[in-house]
């Protein structure tokens, strides 16, 4: 898990600043539970319906311009400014939000049964990074050239502003569509900007008092080398912009 400095190297030559790539090391390995993460982030389709079901709010406003947290009033998942349809990755949604998808999405398998376990939730930074890798350990999971990043992923350059049906460009070597790029997707951890106390067995991090929690993948707002499986972003919990979604991991026996 992380960057080598000659990745590090890379992305700076490619835009980044040093600090923005400090929080990927030291490189250390995790050793996995079994788990699954969703082929797909969630749709808009699948949260609409989670939405008719719960009544959930949708917020008060939204980020607009996927860089300073200026967020519109009129802004929402259900007006996020730009078309998409219900196979669109749903947007302005915070780390929040996708739990409260979880935790309905758990009572939908558990109704009318008695059993409480609660399979579904956000995937661990650790395993969100194992499986956005799907087991390579190049500085892009096709390789370490982004001159066919187009191929690969919805970006900065390819995107046209706005969001992308998911599962239109090749899945990774694990069969996970969208990892690179397209949204920003939650993760469970708190954010610390090293690794060098980092869980070794896939936990998520978490800290006695509130925190900025962890997303991952780029989007279809940030250049190229953003979305490298290494890179790391944060935002306060209750962050709701055009650029965040978000997908759900599953406990396995």
């Not at 802004?75 to 302005?92: A, E, H, I, N, Y």
Request: hydrophobic share 30%; charged share 25%.
């Amino acid at each position: 898990m992380g960057s080598s400095a000659a990745e590090k190297s890379w992305a700076i030559k490619h835009g980044a600043t040093p600090e923005a790539v400090s929080d990927e090391s030291p490189q250390h390995p995790v050793s996995l539970q079994s788990f699954a993460l969703g082929k797909y982030d969630v749709t808009r389709g699948e949260y609409a319906i989670f939405v008719h079901e719960t009544g959930y709010p949708q917020g008060d406003g939204c980020g607009h311009d996927g860089e300073r947290w200026n967020k519109q009033p009129g802004v929402s998942w259900l007006q996020p400014g730009f078309d998409q349809t219900d196979r669109d990755p749903v947007v302005c949604v915070s780390w929040h939000d996708a739990r409260a998808y979880a935790s309905w999405l758990n009572g939908q398998v558990h109704r009318g049964s008695s059993s409480s376990d609660s399979p579904y939730r956000s995937p661990s930074e650790s395993e969100w990074e194992y499986a956005a890798r799907g087991k390579t350990t190049t500085w892009l999971s096709w390789g370490n050239d982004d001159a066919d990043a187009a191929e690969h992923g919805w970006y900065k350059n390819n995107a046209g502003g706005k969001t992308h049906h998911v599962g239109l460009k090749p899945s990774n070597p694990f069969g996970l569509y969208d990892m690179a790029g397209n949204v920003w997707q939650w993760t469970q951890d708190c954010y610390v900007d090293s690794y060098t106390n980092a869980p070794k067995d896939g936990r998520s991090v978490e800290t006695p008092d509130g925190c900025m929690r962890v997303d991952r993948g780029g989007s279809w707002y940030y250049p190229s080398w953003l979305i490298r499986p290494a890179t790391r972003e944060r935002n306060p919990p209750e962050y709701r912009d055009l650029i965040m979604g978000f997908r759900v991991a599953r406990a396995l026996p």
